[in-house]
Nanobody
């Protein structure tokens, strides 16, 4: 059973930075697609970034390209999301997702593809 725990959310002013972490357990040795999604109340969950745990090309949602960077640490079964130049529009609950059935390289799968989700961490960007 895959379990995911996010951390690192918080409040920051526009232009600031945050780094989210996702600690995964139960990932098989074959790896998994690791992804970040975000959601605001009343809107659909939006894909932010993805990368395979074994290392691969990354993929990003259009609204975060050039500002966010996803990385993984296979030895620690962890994924990270470095968020720079944050904007108020980035305010959302951020979720880590993983699925060992998916090999994502340069491809951001839709949220319905993932079977495993963390509990979410809130990011608020406000002056």
């Amino acid at each position: 059973q895959v379990e995911l725990v996010e951390s690192g959310g918080g409040s920051v002013q526009p232009g600031g930075s945050l780094r989210l972490s996702c600690a995964a357990s139960g990932i098989p040795y074959t790896g998994a697609c690791m992804a970040w999604f975000r959601q605001v109340p009343g809107k659909e969950r939006e894909g932010v970034a993805s990368m395979n745990l074994a290392g691969s090309s990354t993929a990003y949602g259009d609204s975060v390209k050039g500002r966010f960077t996803i990385s993984v640490d296979k030895a620690r079964n962890a994924a990270y999301l470095q968020m720079n130049n944050l904007e108020p529009e980035d305010t959302a609950m951020y979720y880590c997702a993983a699925d060992p059935r998916i090999y994502c390289s340069g491809y951001l799968p839709p949220s319905r593809s993932f079977d495993y989700w963390g509990q979410g961490t809130q990011v608020t960007v406000s002056s």
